[in-house]
């Protein structure tokens, strides 16, 4: 593994370009700090560090390589003995993709990875991803507040230019499935799993640029989200299904720029239900 210093000076080059070291964003400065945090071992800080950078920029940037944020958590919730929310952070970091492009990454997938996916989850954890707000967690599922889905799906009614005096029946696809992307976003696995079937339930036909109203479009992919909310809750027969089920639908394609993201849950999924059956 790179000793610190290297590893700083490659992130710090990423960072500098094209702006100047000493002009970095709130979340480059986090980012740095949950670094040297966990070159020194202390995995508490680090985590904390990595959570809010996550906080301020919560999508890893292919062209910055080296920011690597769900994947440091990962290691370091591990390193702290949180094997749920490790595994959380690391399905993230999976599903975004960016590690195993670079350098550092693939070290510590190489190191962690199999070790994570492997721990055995005898705690019902806080997930450490970055929320809308707190959330608790037990064995089977962790929510938002009633109040807190409700403010959510207002925002999601007036992005679909939709009238919130729409009786819930007559809401179309696009809503739900808007409104099922939001909540898996705020870390409600199960709710969003609900919201996305409803979606299906109306319109069951994916597809990429699907038209929901005027000029407004979307990649409508509600099985491939259904099985990435499964995964985070971690039924894995059920995201086997829903993935199986996506790629029956063709939802992706090797020529899609992000069919990567789909492999790699893909594999997350056989892997741990191979791992649960041995």
Same mark, same amino acid.
């Given at each position: %593994?790179?000793?610190? %210093?290297?590893?700083?000076?490659?992130?710090? $080059?990423?960072?500098? =370009?094209?702006?100047?070291?000493?002009?970095?964003?709130?979340?480059?400065?986090?980012?740095?700090?949950?670094?040297?945090?966990?070159?020194?071992?202390?995995?508490?800080?680090?985590?904390?560090?990595?959570?809010?950078?996550?906080?301020?920029?919560?999508?890893?940037?292919?062209?910055?390589?080296?920011?690597?944020?769900?994947?440091?958590?990962?290691?370091?919730?591990?390193?702290?003995?949180?094997?749920?929310?490790?595994?959380?952070?690391?399905?993230?970091?999976?599903?975004?993709?960016?590690?195993?492009?670079?350098?550092?990454?693939?070290?510590?997938?190489?190191?962690?990875?199999?070790?994570? %996916?492997?721990?055995?989850?005898?705690?019902?954890?806080?997930?450490?991803?970055?929320?809308? =707000?707190?959330?608790?967690?037990?064995?089977?599922?962790?929510?938002?507040?009633?109040?807190?889905?409700?403010?959510?799906?207002?925002?999601?009614?007036?992005?679909? $230019?939709?009238?919130?005096?729409?009786?819930?029946? &007559?809401?179309?696809?696009?809503?739900?499935?808007?409104?099922?992307?939001?909540?898996?976003?705020?870390?409600?696995?199960?709710?969003?799993?609900?919201?996305?079937?409803?979606?299906?339930?109306?319109?069951?036909?994916?597809?990429?640029?699907?038209?929901?109203?005027? %000029?407004?479009?979307?990649?409508?992919?509600?099985?491939?989200?259904? $099985?990435?909310?499964?995964? &985070?809750?971690?039924?894995?027969? =059920?995201?086997?299904?829903?993935?199986?089920?996506?790629?029956?639908?063709?939802?992706?394609?090797?020529?899609?720029?992000?069919?990567?993201?789909?492999?790699?849950?893909?594999?997350?999924?056989?892997?741990?239900?191979?791992?649960?059956?041995?």
């Amino acid at each position: %593994m790179k000793t610190y %210093m290297a590893i700083l000076g490659g992130v710090l $080059a990423v960072f500098a =370009s094209p702006v100047q070291a000493d002009t970095f964003s709130p979340c480059q400065v986090a980012y740095l700090s949950g670094l040297e945090f966990f070159e020194q071992g202390k995995y508490q800080e680090a985590s904390d560090s990595f959570f809010e950078s996550i906080t301020l920029d919560p999508e890893p940037d292919a062209e910055l390589a080296e920011y690597i944020p769900y994947l440091y958590l990962s290691v370091s919730r591990y390193e702290q003995g949180y094997m749920r929310e490790a595994r959380d952070a690391l399905i993230q970091s999976q599903v975004y993709g960016v590690a195993p492009e670079t350098e550092q990454g693939k070290a510590l997938l190489n190191q962690y990875a199999a070790k994570i %996916m492997s721990a055995p989850l005898d705690q019902p954890e806080l997930v450490s991803v970055p929320q809308s =707000s707190p959330v608790t967690v037990d064995s089977h599922s962790y929510s938002i507040s009633e109040n807190e889905a409700q403010i959510i799906r207002a925002q999601v009614l007036k992005r679909c $230019a939709l009238s919130s005096k729409v009786s819930h029946n &007559k809401l179309p696809w696009y809503f739900h499935y808007e409104y099922g992307k939001d909540l898996l976003e705020a870390g409600d696995s199960q709710r969003a799993i609900d919201a996305f079937t409803l979606g299906a339930n109306i319109s069951e036909d994916p597809g990429r640029d699907k038209r929901m109203y005027g %000029m407004w479009f979307v990649d409508y992919l509600p099985y491939y989200q259904i $099985a990435l909310a499964h995964s &985070k809750l971690g039924d894995w027969e =059920s995201a086997r299904h829903a993935i199986q089920t996506s790629e029956n639908f063709g939802e992706f394609s090797p020529n899609d720029p992000d069919y990567e993201s789909f492999t790699a849950l893909e594999q997350l999924i056989e892997k741990n239900i191979k791992s649960n059956d041995s």
